[in-house]
């Protein structure tokens, strides 16, 4: 079964720093992979996502990530975190590439100080 | 705002009872997702409905249901409530069933609590 780890539960960064969060996925096929952002009190928001081609896709807010098949990863960065990033981000993969039946990483809670 | 609705944002209920969670998806959308998100389990795919059929199932529990109407509005009904269905629910719609590059929009949730 498909499966997604963001190992990373919490993360505390200083604003202006850049930004890596981690996800690794394990599925058969070339997966369709989203990154999701949460706020609190609010729904998800999608922030990017990868189907084929360029491995370096671009987000809204700033945010990249790029598609490493060898390692299975699906990284998210940003250059220069803003304190309006502080949210919780969820690495997704789609379970039957396209229905949109996502598998989600167990999230990754980012803090930001000033 | 996404354009997906839920209601309601909040709802308190006793173990036993049976509750309806609605969402009205995007203008369009003919296709509605639910997710559940909870401390333990994270956020699981519950089922998926297109055009009013049901068209996929995920992590689903027997005493839950769901339907999508021909105005494409879609409920979820959850029944014999036990204390581990507390958590937020929510749904998202997409114009597509599959393919493509259509996304999810995710309403805001409707946060069930059972005592």
């Known amino acids: 079964a498909q499966s997604v780890t963001q190992p990373d539960i919490h993360i505390t960064v200083s604003e202006g720093a850049s930004l890596e969060l981690r996800c690794n996925y394990s599925?058969?096929?070339?997966?369709?992979l989203f990154w999701y952002v949460q706020s609190p009190g609010q729904g998800l928001q999608l922030l990017l996502k990868?189907?084929?081609?360029?491995?370096l896709v671009q987000g809204i807010k700033g945010f990249e990530a790029e598609f490493k098949r060898s390692q299975s990863s699906f990284n998210l960065r940003k250059p220069s975190v803003h304190w309006s990033d502080a949210a919780e981000y969820f690495c997704?993969?789609?379970?039957?590439?396209?229905?949109?039946?996502?598998?989600f990483g167990s999230g990754t809670r980012l803090q930001v100080q000033p | 705002d996404s354009g997906v609705t839920q209601t309601p944002k909040h709802l308190i209920t006793a173990t036993g009872q049976r509750v309806t969670l609605r969402c009205s998806p995007r203008?369009?959308?003919?296709?509605v997702y639910w997710y559940q998100q909870s401390l333990d389990q994270g956020l699981q795919f519950l089922i998926q409905?297109?055009?009013?059929?049901?068209?996929a199932k995920g992590n689903i529990l027997e005493r839950f249901s769901a339907q999508q109407f021909p105005d494409l509005h879609s409920e979820l009904n959850l029944s014999s409530l036990e204390l581990g269905d507390s958590a937020l629910y929510f749904c998202?719609?997409?114009?597509?069933?599959?393919?493509?590059?259509?996304?999810?929009?995710f309403g805001e949730g409707s946060r069930l609590t059972v005592l």
């Open positions: 998202a719609s997409s114009s597509r069933l599959a393919g493509g590059s259509g996304e999810l929009f």
């Open positions: 599925y058969g096929a070339t997966p369709y």
């Open positions: 990868y189907f084929s081609g360029d491995t």
């Open positions: 997704a993969v789609d379970q039957d590439t396209g229905r949109r039946a996502l598998t």
């Open positions: 203008s369009g959308d003919l296709s």
């Open positions: 409905y297109y055009n009013g059929e049901e068209r």
